[in-house]
C-alpha cells in the first residue's frame, strides 16, 4: 500500500497508527508479488531468507519504493538500513521531541543509503542537511537525493577531525539555504573496535545483526558513545539534538552526562523493539523554550469558557500564585507568578466537545529573571503535574476543596453538587 500524506500524520498534525504500527505490519507477501527480487528472496515460499548477502539491500529498496515513494540505490557493500527501524526514530521525533512539519534538521552521519534525510522529508517535509566523512558514501548519498528531486536535501563531506555541527553550518552558509538547525540526528557506529565487536552476544548489538557494511559504518573511535559526546560538546547553536543507540549502557551513560550536565534543560529518552531488534533513543536540549511543551488532558464533563477561567482563578488562588487573567471566544490566556516562580504563561484551549483542553506553558526568556533555567523547568513541570487535576476535577485535593468551600459564594452550590458526586 502506497503511503501519501493521509497516512502519514492524521488532520490534527499526529501521527497516523499506520506510521505508529510500521513494521509490524508489513505484508510481505504482498511486497513479493510486486517485486521480482523479493520472491527470489523466500525460502519454501513461506518466509524471507535474510541470510542471503543481498537480501537487506532488497527488502529496504522494495519498501522505500513502495511504501514512501522514494527511489532508491546503494552498494552491495554498503550498510542497507532497516527501514522500520529509521521510522521509529523519526516518528519518535516527531512525536515526543519537535511535533513540527518545517524543521531544518542536520543527520550526522547518513551513510550512503542517505536513508534518514530521505525519510524525514517525506514524511514530514523537513529540510535536511546530510554528512558524512566517507567520499564514496557521501557521492552514493547525493545520486540518492538526485532521484528525488522533489525533496529539499543538501549533501556534504566533512572533515572527521573537526566538530562535527560546526564545520556542516560553515560549509552551509557558503553553499546552501540552510544556515541553522532546529534539531540534529545521528545513528552512529555502535562499537569502538572489532574486539567490542566481536564479542557482541548473539550479534544483537551488531547495527542490523549480520548486515554487510565497511568497517566506518559499524567502527567509531571510542564507540557511540564518544561519538554523541562530542555532538553534544559541538558549540553549534541546535534547538533539539538526539541520537539513536545500538546499545542499553551507552544510553544510561549519556543520561548520566546530561543530567549532570546545568547546562542541559531537558532530556527525553525511550526505546522500541522490532522483532528481535531493540534500539534506544536520547534526545536532549539546552534551549529554555524548548521545556514549554503542550500538552492535554481530558475532563469529566464539559467545561465552557466561563467555567474554565473560573477553575482557573481557584487554582492560581489555591496555589497561592498572583495571576492575571484573560478569556476570548476561543481559549483562556493566564499568567501567573510568585516569588519562587518566574512568570509562566498559560495559553488553555478547549476542544469542540469541550473535554478534551490543550495547555501551553511558556516560561520567560533566558537571561529575562534570576531564576535558574533549572528552577524554571522544576516549577513548570510542578504545574503541569498538578493543573489538570486541579481544572478537570479528578485528584483528591480538589475534591476536599470543594467540599469545604461548597458554602461559600465562589461556586454557586449546585456546581459544587454536580461536582463532587
Given at each position: 500500500?502506497?503511503?501519501?500524506?493521509?497516512?502519514?500524520?492524521?488532520?490534527?498534525?499526529?501521527?497516523?497508527?499506520?506510521?505508529?504500527?510500521?513494521?509490524?505490519?508489513?505484508?510481505?507477501?504482498?511486497?513479493?508479488?510486486?517485486?521480482?527480487?523479493?520472491?527470489?528472496?523466500?525460502?519454501?515460499?513461506?518466509?524471507?531468507?535474510?541470510?542471503?548477502?543481498?537480501?537487506?539491500?532488497?527488502?529496504?529498496?522494495?519498501?522505500?519504493?513502495?511504501?514512501?515513494?522514494?527511489?532508491?540505490?546503494?552498494?552491495?557493500?554498503?550498510?542497507?538500513?532497516?527501514v522500520?527501524?529509521?521510522?521509529?526514530?523519526?516518528?519518535?521525533?516527531?512525536?515526543?521531541?519537535?511535533?513540527?512539519?518545517?524543521?531544518?534538521?542536520i543527520?550526522?552521519?547518513?551513510?550512503?543509503s542517505?536513508?534518514?534525510?530521505?525519510?524525514?522529508?517525506?514524511?514530514?517535509?523537513?529540510?535536511?542537511?546530510?554528512t558524512?566523512?566517507?567520499?564514496?558514501?557521501?557521492?552514493?548519498?547525493?545520486?540518492?537525493?538526485?532521484?528525488?528531486?522533489?525533496?529539499?536535501?543538501?549533501?556534504?563531506?566533512?572533515?572527521?577531525?573537526?566538530?562535527?555541527?560546526?564545520?556542516a553550518?560553515?560549509?552551509?552558509?557558503?553553499?546552501?539555504?540552510?544556515?541553522?538547525?532546529?534539531?540534529?540526528?545521528?545513528?552512529?557506529?555502535?562499537?569502538?573496535?572489532?574486539?567490542?565487536?566481536?564479542?557482541?552476544?548473539?550479534?544483537?548489538?551488531?547495527?542490523?545483526?549480520?548486515?554487510?557494511?565497511v568497517?566506518?559504518?559499524?567502527?567509531?573511535?571510542?564507540?557511540?558513545?564518544?561519538?554523541?559526546?562530542?555532538?553534544?560538546?559541538?558549540?553549534?547553536?541546535?534547538?533539539?539534538?538526539?541520537?539513536?543507540?545500538?546499545?542499553?549502557?551507552?544510553?544510561?551513560?549519556?543520561?548520566?552526562?546530561?543530567?549532570?550536565?546545568?547546562?542541559?534543560?531537558?532530556?527525553?529518552?525511550?526505546?522500541?523493539?522490532?522483532?528481535?531488534?531493540?534500539?534506544y533513543?536520547?534526545?536532549?536540549?539546552r534551549?529554555?523554550?524548548?521545556?514549554?511543551?503542550?500538552?492535554?488532558?481530558?475532563?469529566?464533563?464539559?467545561?465552557?469558557?466561563d467555567?474554565?477561567?473560573?477553575?482557573?482563578?481557584?487554582?492560581?488562588?489555591?496555589?497561592?500564585?498572583?495571576?492575571?487573567?484573560?478569556?476570548?471566544?476561543?481559549?483562556?490566556?493566564a499568567?501567573?507568578?510568585?516569588?519562587?516562580?518566574?512568570?509562566?504563561?498559560?495559553f488553555?484551549?478547549?476542544?469542540?466537545?469541550k473535554?478534551?483542553?490543550?495547555?501551553?506553558?511558556?516560561?520567560?526568556?533566558?537571561?529575562?529573571?534570576?531564576?535558574?533555567?533549572?528552577?524554571?523547568?522544576?516549577?513548570?513541570?510542578?504545574?503541569?503535574?498538578?493543573?489538570?487535576?486541579?481544572?478537570?476535577?479528578?485528584?483528591?485535593?480538589?475534591?476536599?476543596?470543594?467540599?469545604?468551600?461548597?458554602?461559600?459564594?465562589?461556586?454557586?452550590?449546585?456546581?459544587?453538587?454536580?461536582?463532587?458526586?
Amino acid at each position: 500500500q502506497r503511503m501519501n500524506d493521509e497516512k502519514v500524520l492524521d488532520d490534527e498534525g499526529n501521527l497516523t497508527a499506520w506510521v505508529k504500527e510500521y513494521g509490524k505490519q508489513i505484508d510481505w507477501e504482498a511486497l513479493a508479488a510486486k517485486d521480482e527480487e523479493v520472491r527470489k528472496l523466500y525460502t519454501n515460499g513461506k518466509c524471507l531468507d535474510f541470510s542471503r548477502p543481498e537480501a537487506r539491500h532488497v527488502v529496504a529498496r522494495v519498501c522505500l519504493e513502495l511504501h514512501w515513494n522514494l527511489k532508491w540505490e546503494c552498494p552491495r557493500d554498503r550498510l542497507a538500513p532497516c527501514v522500520p527501524n529509521r521510522v521509529a526514530y523519526l516518528a519518535w521525533l516527531y512525536e515526543e521531541v519537535l511535533p513540527k512539519r518545517d524543521l531544518r534538521v542536520i543527520d550526522v552521519g547518513t551513510g550512503a543509503s542517505c536513508i534518514y534525510p530521505l525519510l524525514g522529508s517525506r514524511m514530514f517535509d523537513w529540510s535536511f542537511v546530510a554528512t558524512d566523512i566517507d567520499t564514496e558514501a557521501v557521492k552514493t548519498a547525493k545520486a540518492n537525493v538526485k532521484l528525488n528531486p522533489d525533496l529539499n536535501i543538501f549533501v556534504i563531506k566533512v572533515d572527521p577531525d573537526a566538530p562535527p555541527l560546526t564545520s556542516a553550518k560553515l560549509l552551509c552558509e557558503e553553499s546552501s539555504s540552510i544556515t541553522s538547525f532546529d534539531l540534529s540526528m545521528t545513528n552512529p557506529p555502535f562499537f569502538a573496535d572489532e574486539e567490542e565487536r566481536d564479542s557482541a552476544v548473539g550479534g544483537m548489538h551488531r547495527p542490523e545483526g549480520r548486515a554487510v557494511c565497511v568497517r566506518n559504518e559499524e567502527i567509531v573511535q571510542g564507540g557511540e558513545v564518544e561519538f554523541v559526546k562530542r555532538i553534544h560538546s559541538d558549540p553549534c547553536p541546535v534547538v533539539w539534538k538526539s541520537a539513536l543507540l545500538g546499545k542499553k549502557t551507552s544510553q544510561a551513560k549519556l543520561l548520566t552526562i546530561f543530567n549532570r550536565d546545568p547546562k542541559v534543560l531537558l532530556v527525553k529518552s525511550s526505546s522500541f523493539r522490532l522483532g528481535n531488534t531493540v534500539r534506544y533513543l536520547i534526545a536532549w536540549t539546552r534551549d529554555i523554550g524548548q521545556v514549554a511543551l503542550p500538552f492535554t488532558f481530558n475532563a469529566i464533563d464539559p467545561i465552557d469558557l466561563d467555567e474554565l477561567s473560573r477553575r482557573l482563578e481557584y487554582y492560581f488562588t489555591a496555589s497561592k500564585l498572583d495571576y492575571t487573567l484573560r478569556s476570548t471566544q476561543s481559549f483562556v490566556q493566564a499568567r501567573a507568578t510568585s516569588p519562587e516562580h518566574p512568570h509562566l504563561d498559560f495559553f488553555i484551549i478547549p476542544d469542540n466537545n469541550k473535554t478534551k483542553i490543550s495547555v501551553t506553558l511558556v516560561p520567560p526568556e533566558a537571561g529575562s529573571c534570576n531564576c535558574s533555567a533549572r528552577n524554571i523547568l522544576a516549577n513548570f513541570n510542578k504545574i503541569k503535574d498538578s493543573l489538570p487535576g486541579d481544572i478537570a476535577h479528578t485528584n483528591r485535593r480538589w475534591r476536599r476543596r470543594l467540599a469545604r468551600d461548597c458554602s461559600t459564594d465562589y461556586y454557586t452550590s449546585s456546581t459544587c453538587n454536580n461536582n463532587i458526586e
